[in-house]
């Protein structure tokens, strides 16, 4: 479980989160949405302590992490894996030398084996056809899906997937939705999706996190967004210009 109390942070003087109290049960997916800039990756950075609070507190699996030691937030990370908005992989590697790495610095796998073992992870992502070509031969779509095979190396229980279908064209974006919804229903992971598509959230969520001006302005069912009555709430489902959103 990962819970949010209370959570503060600014940067320059400037509020971003203003008191974020949220919990987020595992076996399901959860979207955190809401405009450019509210804050939704930095809340998430939080959780997997590369972001810390000005107040408030971040609880994992019921632990305080303010009593967190570096090795202990390593620990943590493995549990709690982060794909971030823009992953980068290394260009010179093939997509599989790129998913062996982790294997090798982190589980220090010997090169050989964690070479092999890369190619189940990048099948489990339905990747495994191009594992020999470099990032450069594939689309930005199967990028995406390596970078989640990169993370899923770590046997993490929670996937945190920044913004994984921005920028993708629709067929790419959704299945890119897929792929999420497999790995929680058929691998068992708690998914938590950062994400402002529409047609993603509305297909795949179980759970929606509505942040806007660093605070949480609904939390729900996708069918509690939809019927909500909130004029913010409205505005960002019909993406109309005018209204009281302040972007
Ligand atoms: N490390 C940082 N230092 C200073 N300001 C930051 C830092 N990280 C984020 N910010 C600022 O905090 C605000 C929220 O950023 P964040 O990246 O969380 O937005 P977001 O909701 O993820 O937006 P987007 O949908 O565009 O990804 C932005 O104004 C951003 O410029
Ligand atoms: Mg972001």
């Not at 810390?52 to 030691?69: C, H, K, M, Q, Y």
């Not at 921005?166 to 998914?191: F, N, Q, W, Y």
């Amino acid at each position: 479980m990962i819970a949010f109390e209370g959570l503060c942070k600014a940067f320059d003087g400037r509020p971003v989160l203003a008191g974020i109290d949220l919990q987020m049960r595992g076996g399901e997916i959860t979207f955190v949405i809401g405009s450019s800039g509210t804050g939704k990756s930095v809340l998430m950075k939080h959780a997997v302590g590369l972001l810390f609070p000005d107040a408030g507190r971040v609880i994992l699996d019921g632990e305080d992490t303010a009593t967190f030691s570096e090795d202990r937030w390593r620990e943590a990370r493995r549990h709690y894996a982060m794909v971030f908005q823009h992953p980068n992989l290394f260009d010179s590697m093939t997509l599989r030398e790129n998913v062996a790495l982790p294997l090798r610095m982190h589980r220090r796998i010997a090169r050989d084996r964690a070479l092999a073992e890369a190619e189940s992870f990048l099948h489990q992502v339905g990747m495994a056809s191009k594992a020999d070509l470099l990032p450069a031969q594939v689309g930005p779509s199967e990028r995406k899906r390596v970078s989640i095979a990169r993370a899923l190396t770590l046997d993490p229980d929670w996937a945190i997937l920044d913004e994984p279908t921005t920028g993708l064209d629709p067929v790419a974006a959704r299945s890119i939705d897929r792929l999420a919804t497999r790995l929680c229903r058929e691998m068992g992971k708690s998914v938590v999706v950062v994400s402002h598509d529409l047609t993603s959230i509305f297909t795949i969520a179980d759970r929606i996190i509505f942040l806007y001006k660093g605070r949480v302005r609904l939390d729900g069912a996708p069918d509690d967004f939809r019927r909500s009555e909130d004029p913010v709430v409205r505005q960002f489902i019909t993406g109309a210009p005018d209204g009281p959103m302040e972007t």
